[in-house]
C-alpha cells in the first residue's frame, strides 16, 4: 500500500484528517502532505 498525499485523494476538504505530525513538516498544507509522505515512506513494504 502506498501513501498517497491527501490533496491526491478524492475527499472532501472538510472531512480530511491530518495527523498533528504534519504540522512538522511545513506551513503549507499540500506541501505537508508530499513532505510526510517522503519521510514516512510506504505502509507497507515488500
Known sequence: ??????CMHNVEEAKIYRPSAWAAHGMDIE?????????YGPLYKR
Open 1 to 6: 500500500m502506498l501513501r498517497i498525499p491527501v
Open 31 to 39: 506541501g505537508q502532505d508530499y513532505r510526510a509522505c517522503q519521510n
